[in-house]
């Protein structure tokens, strides 16, 4: 019970709620305060075979349109007690028998959810990957090839579409043992089944030596101003034409901000933290020098500091 003011008691009184009729009324003179109010409380309900099961479910899963059946089937549990065994246990045998067409998708559709978990990445992506992997397989042609490298392609060509790319090694990362050839090898084969249903050719989005920035900063622990100033550092280096990937330029930029702070980081944290070799940072950072004056930001770096910058 709690407290309300009732109009004709003139006071502040206990009140009760009916959950039945969803009506507020007074303890005291009986006034209906409140009718017909909606219970916000969660309506749990057990699905479980016996009553006496803790399983607050309160409604099945989501639909899912790239089911057969929208992910709506219904799925006979095993029996927990002795009432209603044998018929439960026997219907269970007779729907594992039944052939279900949307069991490899299923589990296809978990392996990407996993993948994209262990990466965190947001629903649309693990959705766009889902879609793409179910077109592909709607033709036919996959049969026989890697199984964890098509799943991963899928997800690396989603997350380029949704303008969240990821570098193949972290894709590779989660793959479940699938190589960057075979990953490669497996993007090549979607964009080009894709290509053939299309009649044109697959929109992959361009990648950004920006869009890698601040989760590569992050896992080198920099601060808001080196991270700020990376940033703007990546983004004026496209005005000029320094022919390496993305990836590598980030990386190398990484590289120069550090070295003009006090917190400078060794090239190798750099290189496990972006996923870039040693070498290839270092040829990238050789190709940026000429210009490090009109890429690094004023505000950062003075041009002394510039000048203390170790030539390659």
């Not at 006979?76 to 065994?85: H, L």
């Not at 990937?245 to 972006?274: E, M």
């Amino acid at each position: 019970m709690s407290d309300a003011f009732c109009s004709d008691c003139k006071k502040q009184t206990e009140v009760v709620f009916d959950h039945s009729a969803g009506d507020t009324v007074c303890s005291e003179c009986g006034l209906v305060l409140e009718s017909h109010s909606i219970d916000e409380t969660s309506e749990w309900r057990t699905f479980a075979n016996e009553s006496g099961d803790n399983d607050p479910n309160r409604v099945g899963g989501p639909s899912n349109p790239l089911l057969t059946d929208g992910g709506l089937s219904t799925v006979i549990a095993k029996p927990n007690g002795s009432g209603g065994e044998f018929l439960s246990s026997s219907l269970g045998r007779w729907q594992n028998r039944g052939s279900n067409p949307d069991r490899a998708l299923i589990l296809a559709f978990k392996t990407i959810a996993t993948m994209s978990d262990r990466l965190g990445l947001v629903a649309t992506i693990k959705d766009r990957a889902n879609e793409i992997y179910k077109r592909v397989e709607d033709q036919k042609s996959s049969r026989g090839r890697n199984q964890d490298a098509l799943l991963a392609a899928c997800l690396y060509i989603a997350c380029r579409q949704e303008d969240k790319p990821r570098t193949v090694k972290e894709i590779c990362s989660v793959a479940n043992g699938a190589t960057k050839k075979e990953i490669g090898r497996a993007k090549e084969y979607i964009v080009k089944q894709l290509g053939l249903e299309n009649g044109q050719s697959v929109e992959m989005g361009t990648i950004h030596a920006g869009d890698f920035m601040r989760r590569f900063c992050s896992n080198l622990g920099m601060n808001n101003q080196a991270v700020k100033a990376a940033q703007e550092a990546v983004q004026k280096s496209e005005e000029f034409d320094i022919r390496r990937s993305p990836i590598s330029i980030a990386a190398a930029v990484i590289y120069i901000i550090t070295q003009l702070s006090d917190d400078k980081k060794p090239l190798k944290d750099i290189s496990i933290a972006t996923g870039v070799a040693e070498g290839t940072i270092r040829n990238s950072y050789k190709d940026l020098y000429p210009h490090v004056s009109k890429i690094i930001p004023n505000w950062y770096a003075k041009e002394e500091d510039l000048r203390s910058l170790c030539s390659p």
